[in-house]
């Protein structure tokens, strides 16, 4: 089973940037799609963005236009570029893949899919 590994975040100030990464154990190349998630204390996981492997995207509103997400299948990582940051972007951020399909249940039923250990991003005002 390929494990995935989320990194980089960290503690910026409003209008910053950050790029996530999630690199895999093995390939990623076979996932009909992988997204990043987010989970903010005390509030459910939100989808924020999803990429599939021809390559289209989709955003959650609250996100688009800031952010983009993109996969180099050569290094089997998926990254999340953060711009114009702003504190309620503030949450432990995670990835996942696998099909569209089982990306948008494992937002109500985040039981059903394995995680990482996530990576903190904090947007200070």
């Known amino acids: 089973q390929v494990q995935l590994v989320e990194s980089g975040g960290g503690l910026v100030q409003a209008g910053g940037s950050l790029r996530l990464s999630c690199a895999a154990s093995?390939?990623?190349?076979?996932?009909?799609?992988m997204g990043w998630y987010r989970q903010a204390p005390g509030k459910q996981r939100e989808l924020v963005a999803t990429?599939?492997?021809?390559?289209?995207?989709n955003y959650a509103d609250s996100v688009k236009g800031r952010f983009t997400i993109s996969r180099d299948n050569a290094k089997n990582t998926m990254y999340l570029q953060m711009n114009s940051l702003q504190p309620e972007d503030t949450a432990v951020y995670y990835c996942?893949?696998?099909?569209?399909?089982?990306?948008?249940?494992?937002?109500?039923?985040?039981?059903?899919?394995?995680w990482g250990q996530g990576t903190q991003v904090t947007v200070s005002s």
């Open positions: 996942n893949a696998g099909s569209l399909l089982l990306l948008n249940v494992w937002v109500q039923n985040p039981s059903f899919g394995s």
């Open positions: 093995g390939s990623i190349s076979s996932f009909n799609a």
């Open positions: 990429i599939t492997s021809g390559g289209s995207t």
